[in-house]
């Protein structure tokens, strides 16, 4: 069974940074396309950057240049480092690999 469980949500100021792990259980990440999401509510889930099997990465338009999709391949998980953060970035996200999702940790960028 896959499992995702994310981590590094949480609280930053307008400009900050937040990291976002999401740790795989039941399969090898290094091997898969994994998406980021992330989703307001009211609002519909939106793609934020995705890092394909062959490590090449897409990013949505609101996020490029500010956030970097990762792997490391020993420790089975894939990161979302966010840098610059603005208000719009709070939300809720989730990590995704074709069928299985994360527990999606909160995101609040306040000032």
């Known amino acids: 069974q896959v499992k995702l469980v994310e981590s590094g949500g949480g609280l930053v100021q307008p400009g900050g940074s937040l990291r976002l792990s999401c740790a795989a259980s039941?399969?090898?990440?290094?091997?898969?396309?994994v998406n980021w999401y992330r989703q307001a509510p009211a609002k519909g889930r939106e793609l934020v950057a995705t890092i394909t099997d062959d490590g090449i990465t897409n990013y949505a338009d609101s996020v490029k240049d500010r956030f970097t999709i990762s792997r490391d391949h020993a420790r089975n998980t894939v990161y979302l480092q966010m840098n610059t953060q603005k208000h719009e970035d709070t939300d809720v996200y989730y990590c995704?690999?074709?069928?299985?999702w994360g527990q999606g940790p909160q995101v609040t960028v306040y000032s």
């Open positions: 039941g399969i090898f990440l290094s091997i898969k396309t």
């Open positions: 995704n690999e074709y069928t299985a």
